[in-house]
Nanobody, 121 residues
Framework: QVQLVESGGGLVQAGGSLTLSCAASGSIFSITAMGWSRQAPGKQRELVARITSGGSTNYADSVKGRFTISRDNAKNTVYLQMNSLKPEDTAVYYC???????????????WGQGTQVTVSL
């Protein structure tokens, strides 16, 4: 099994910054990617940022230039640096990890419990 523990959420004023962390433990081998998704009230969960095992990154258009995803392989931790935060960034942010559990199998995805980010005017 895989355990993901998120931290770093909170309340911040518009224009401010927050850094989210997600520490992975357990059966963390054959990882394909880690990242962050978010879900605002009444909306579907959406991908925010993703980093592959090779270090490639991709971002939602709405956060490009403001958010940066990074990964510390030694600590099995992924970070999301969020700058120039806007009220529309308010959501529960979920860390995820994808890994291949068997040769040739599609990646399985594991989710953290979520951390609330609230951006006030």
């Amino acid at each position: 099994q895989v355990q993901l523990v998120e931290s770093g959420g909170g309340l911040v004023q518009a224009g401010g910054s927050l850094t989210l962390s997600c520490a992975a433990s357990g059966s963390i081998f054959s990882i394909t990617a880690m990242g962050w998704s978010r879900q605002a009230p009444g909306k579907q969960r959406e991908l925010v940022a993703r980093i592959t095992s090779g270090g490639s990154t991709n971002y939602a258009d709405s956060v490009k230039g403001r958010f940066t995803i990074s990964r510390d392989n030694a600590k099995n931790t992924v970070y999301l640096q969020m700058n120039s935060l806007k009220p529309e960034d308010t959501a529960v942010y979920y860390c995820f990890l994808g890994r291949v559990v068997a040769p040739g199998a599609a990646p399985s995805t594991y989710w953290g419990q979520g951390t609330q980010v609230t951006v006030s005017l």
